[in-house]
């Protein structure tokens, strides 16, 4: 891979948890934008190409990650995409595996978290790299 910093967007409608995601991701020198909603991920996945998006589930007025990452898919089929949930039903555990989309349980496990991440862009690298020949 490049050696250029990661960029992730990281959408969580819980302030205290978006702060030590972003805090944890600066710390391993990726370029973070944290966002508490829905409509201003979209907004930030309008103007920006990001590397990797890490989405809480439940956001704001019934949305949810899934619709963001639909979103952020459809300007940006490349994007690596992470959901985060504190719990999941069979439905939506089935729907992001169909989608491609790796889930982190809350509580998450920092050094879980620390390590998915750079395995899940690693991954999602060498299979836009592989679909381009």
């Known amino acids: 891979m490049s050696k250029r910093k990661h960029t992730v967007l990281v959408v969580d409608d819980e302030?205290?948890?978006?702060?030590?995601?972003?805090?944890?991701?600066?710390?391993?020198?990726?370029?973070?934008?944290?966002?508490?909603?829905?409509?201003?991920?979209q907004k930030e996945l309008k103007k920006t190409k990001f590397d990797l998006?890490?989405?809480?589930?439940?956001l704001e007025e019934n949305h949810s990650g899934?619709?963001?990452?639909?979103f952020a898919r459809a300007?940006?089929?490349?994007?690596?995409?992470?959901?985060?949930t504190g719990y999941a039903s069979v439905e939506a555990a089935q729907k992001a595996a169909d989608m491609g989309v790796t889930v982190?349980?809350?509580?998450?496990?920092?050094?879980?978290?620390?390590?998915?991440?750079?395995?899940?862009?690693?991954?999602?690298?060498?299979?836009?790299?592989?679909a381009r020949g």
């Open 15 to 41: 302030s205290s948890v978006l702060f030590t995601y972003k805090l944890l991701l600066e710390q391993q020198g990726y370029g973070v934008t944290g966002v508490p909603s829905s409509a201003m991920a």
């Open 53 to 58: 998006l890490l989405c809480d589930l439940s």
């Open 66 to 70: 899934f619709e963001v990452i639909a």
């Open 75 to 84: 300007s940006n089929p490349d994007i690596a995409c992470i959901l985060l």
């Open 104 to 130: 982190l349980y809350k509580p998450i496990d920092i050094q879980e978290f620390l390590t998915t991440i750079p395995a899940v862009l690693k991954e999602k690298y060498e299979q836009t790299k592989a």
